[in-house]
Nanobody, 122 residues
Framework: QVQLVESGGGLVQAGGSLRLSCTLSRPTFSNYAIGWFRQAPGKERERISCITISDNSTTYADSVKGRFTISKDNAKHTVYLQMNSLNPEDTAVYSC???????????????WGQGTQVTVSS
């Protein structure tokens, strides 16, 4: 069993930045990927970024490409999402998940964090 805990959410003005953290209770296996998802009220959940543990390859949704950066710190069992140039459309609950496979070939999504709220004011 792996537990994921997100932190770093909050209220920020448009144009500002936040860094989210996803801390795992233990090191992930090399055959996993960690994804960041978000869900705004009335909208479907969207995977916005992902990092494959084995080769550090990353993916981004078009909506965040160029503004958000995903990274990981193996020693701290933590995956980060640096979010810059935030706008009100980025307001959502952000969650991380551990997925068996790679970012481009997910076999199952096995573990979820509880989510953290990000609110961007105009």
């Amino acid at each position: 069993q792996v537990q994921l805990v997100e932190s770093g959410g909050g209220l920020v003005q448009a144009g500002g930045s936040l860094r989210l953290s996803c801390t795992l209770s233990r090191p992930t296996f090399s055959n996993y990927a960690i994804g960041w998802f978000r869900q705004a009220p009335g909208k479907e959940r969207e995977r916005i970024s992902c990092i494959t543990i084995s080769d550090n390859s990353t993916t981004y949704a078009d909506s965040v490409k160029g503004r958000f950066t995903i990274s990981k710190d193996n020693a701290k069992h933590t995956v980060y999402l640096q979010m810059n140039s935030l706008n009100p459309e980025d307001t959502a609950v952000y969650s991380c998940a551990a997925m068996w496979g790679t970012c481009n070939a997910v076999y199952s999504t096995d573990y979820w964090g509880q989510g953290t709220q990000v609110t961007v004011s105009s």
